[in-house]
């Protein structure tokens, strides 16, 4: 494998201009111990590598396939014909925090005060970065799980932190966890960062990891930035317990919330983010300086945000349940292939490392680019991403169905 | 005045919170020389002030007296209705770039490449966040003249930059200079930031001084990032050219540009950024960390932007031309203002050092907004900021008529 270096690809042509060290933190060289280029160079490389023109992109949700509930595009529409709300507080609009801050409480089984406690991001992704900006200083311990989000360990690094990761074990119900004493190894880190349901397992955690956790945090007078997008998106069977309804949990909690997945609300970019007032206060001063506020009027598709949307979201639940069921079983009939279902999201993370194409998953996200599936590779979540693969399966069944029959046939070798 | 300490803002109620030094360092406490607080002490201050309840907002323009062109919302609404780019190139959709790239060729006059050489930001204010953070490194050296745009100097001080201030020089036709003595202090400089028009006076650069600033670059082998908001709203009589079409200057500079202001297409959070290739791929990985993307349906407002509207440019332009004279008039009419005449945009800067009320434009905002009217401070813009106020002029006419009425009698004491 020829991967340019960051020097060529960056400095070419243009004299004067050097990469700030944070973003090169970015790349995560360490990478290149295992894989022989830097995160950056892999994502890179599979970015150039050449595809079929009907690639199917497995890397993120269909939202024509799922489509966004018919009333965003209507508050977006009405909030352009109105006009009043071009120019919001950098945290959002005073009104529209009111107006959600019951429902975000109802979610989270805790009181929120939407003055004080909500800010509006630009998507989840943006209330991500503006929550770790405002709470990592330069060599603090940022504890996270392995696998846990791809852009999670990047944020990190650009920001002077250090990862320490924390292995997940997920059962045979998609159920994860980590034993006290894998917690253990965080007692001195400075923050906690977790997406739950994890992101790209779809597990959900045991209670007794959930509340493992709120110890862990609130005995070492931690933080917690817990990322809560898939968090409507629940299987039968599955009790999922929210982070900061825990006791003490509420003053340590920064729960990132938003429309982007469950809703499929993706294109109009807003999120939602609950923590502490001073917490917020601080996400608001990073948020002036990155982008000033969240786009006005997209604030205003969270007007009918999880208000009486019960029927739908069981709906919803329901059939990507059923698409689970399906994909659960296809990929388990491949030899050399091993799943756990999730018991929530739309992400499944199976693990290929038994196959002859497995071994290393960025050759295999090329393999399958190459026959006509674009997947995300293992290593974006972390060293236990090894030989695995993520597929977002909120998509047309057809269009699934074909995908996983030119998997197959990469696959089986 | 008593302000709150940042520690006690901040600090209260959760333990186990510090502010990251990025943050502490965009606070810019080197203004407590001048006011006795820093520059987010003053801000929180005068948001924290009374006003009336029928306060007029002057420091960002009126999108219902001003509304955005029609086909933006009808644009958008295709989009959602399409919903094929809900998830683009996190630079922005490829066939949009291509599509707007030849209008920015023809704005700019210079080639630009759609592929390589432009990326849609999260707003004007995203771009010049996402600009600056692939081009600053800590311990760098920033020039940017004084007054300039409110957040630069916040977001040089976050990346750990120092920063130089140029001082500017307006003229009685607005027109700006710097001279080469003036620009010669920055010639160790790793880069230079402006807005041409400059924000907060209106003021064009000089043919001259843009070709000085352009010698000075290439010379030093330095970088530029110039923000263009404005470049279209240039009143009669005003030659105004662009810093990226001077020979070298294009492989040297970011150019930041987009539809919120002289469009007014402010709450759709959109704009673009042209520079050469290794910076605007630097410029995506940033982006990638902040947002992920620009609102994949925001993006394609962008499809009509500076297509076939030369003649509503022109009444748009004389709109604003129009409200200026009257105000500057009504101005200069008060004893000990003096002010000169934007060449450009919609903001005005007067200087009311003159008056008993305004030898401190901090204590002059809060007189204001008891009495009525919310101005941006001249602290706001840099040390040369002091005794004077911005105001954005692009209002209704009657609403203007009444706040100049409210500052009339604040100013004449």
Redesign the interface.
Known sequence: MTIATEGG???????????????TA?ALDDYAASYGASV?ELDQALAAAPGPADLIDLT?GD??AF?PPAVA?AD??A??AE?????TAYRGSASLRSAVAPRLARLLGRPVDGASQVIVT??T??GL?TAL??????GDTVALPDPEYF?SE??IA??GGKALRLPLRQDSKGLLSITRHGLAAAASA?LLVLSHPNNPTGGVYTAETVQAIADLVTA????AVVDQLYCRLIFAGTKYLHLSSLPGMA??TVTLLGPSKTE?M?????GVAVG????V??ME??L???????????QQVLRHWMADDDTWLAERTAAHEAIRDDLVARLRAIRGVSVAPPAGSSYVFPDASGTAAGSNDHDLALALKDAGVLVSPGYQFGPSGRGRFRINFSQDAGRLAVALDRMETVLRG
Chains 1, 2 share one sequence.
């Open positions: 690809l960056l400095g070419a042509g243009i004299t004067g201009f050097r990469t700030p060290p944070a973003l970015a950056l993120h939202t024509r489509v595009a977006f529409a909030a352009v006009n009043t709300e071009a120019y630009p998507g992704q943006g970065f900006s405002a709470l990592i200083s330069p852009m990047r944020i650009y920001l400075d070492g007078e931690m933080l003053e340590r499929s993706s294109g109009y970019r807003v502490p007032a001073p917490i206060d601080a001063r990073v002036s300086l990155t982008s000033l506020r969240t786009g006005g009027y997209s």
